[in-house]
DNA sequence: GCCCAGGTGGGTA
DNA sequence: TACCCACATGGG
């Protein structure tokens, strides 16, 4: 048997060879600035319905600073409309270009540019931008490598026994940042792997615990009897004791 | 018809 | 600080 690695790497290597390489914005057709706009719209959104937004902004040609922050509001609400929460997503999208040319001479390479803390701290200034959106730039547009958190991990993570689930953003955050390699092509295929799960498997409600890769590890395994759960997994008990 | 989705900001106690 | 709520479309 092979020597049994941390289990936050036990869990991604699971994951991987489950669900496969998820090529989350590898190479974006629209470039950096699809990748900032898609990270607004799909704020408590599926992305399909982000995927129908960002198409029609295409083909309105508004997919760049300049167009987006010329374009009237509601013209830009109803190009992305199928994405939801139009109106505020539209006001969101519009408060970012305003910082970009106010801030950035309209220039995203040269915000994107900036070390991590600043990075971070300026998007955390622009409305409606909060730390998943904020961290969701810094990996995927930026390419920095920061942890993405959402509302799967937290869930996951949680049913896994190694975080509240309450836990705050930041302390989430943490517990990756602190126990894996600060590789942003490991944290951009671990938060894509971890939507795959919550998406397709770890549901809220129905969760498909049989057909899952985590099996064996997680505590809160629906298929398993309650009766036959005795204790947390071996390989999270001394790993909880360090978080 | 009902539940859920890759959150955030504003208001109230 | 700690909740509670508005924001909205589309797929299962």
Not at 50 to 62: D, G, I, S, W
Not at 72 to 96: E, M, Q, V
Not at 133 to 146: E, K, N, S, W
Not at 158 to 186: N, S, V
Request: charged share 20%.
């Amino acid at each position: 048997m092979r020597a049994m690695q941390e289990p936050l790497m036990e869990i991604y290597a699971r994951l991987f060879a489950h669900f496969g390489a998820q090529h989350w914005w590898p190479h974006s057709e629209g470039g950096a600035f699809e990748i900032v706009v898609g990270a607004i719209l799909t704020q408590n959104t599926a992305w399909a319905n982000v995927e129908k937004a960002l198409a029609n902004l295409a083909r309105a040609r508004l997919l760049t600073p300049t167009a987006m922050q010329r374009v009237a509001p509601t013209r830009l609400a109803t190009s992305i409309r199928p994405s939801g929460y139009f109106n505020l997503k539209a006001k969101r999208l519009k408060a970012f270009t305003q910082f970009l040319f106010a801030e950035h001479r309209g220039s995203l390479a040269r915000l994107l540019a900036l070390a991590t803390p600043d990075l971070r701290a300026a998007l955390l200034g622009v409305y409606g931008i909060g730390p998943e959106t904020a961290d969701a730039i810094i990996l995927y547009a930026a390419h920095q490598p920061i942890f993405v958190v959402d509302a799967y991990t937290r869930r996951i993570f949680a049913r896994l026994g190694l975080a509240r689930a309450d836990a705050p953003y930041a302390e989430l955050q943490a517990l990756f940042m602190a126990h894996l390699p600060h590789d942003e092509k490991l944290f951009n295929e671990y938060h894509a792997l971890i939507v795959a799960l919550g998406k397709n498997l770890c549901r809220k409600t129905a969760p498909r615990c049989q057909a899952c890769p985590l099996r064996g590890l997680c505590p809160a395994d629906l298929s398993i009897p309650r009766k036959r759960v005795i204790m947390r997994p071996a390989i999270f008990q001394e790993f909880r004791s360090r978080i």
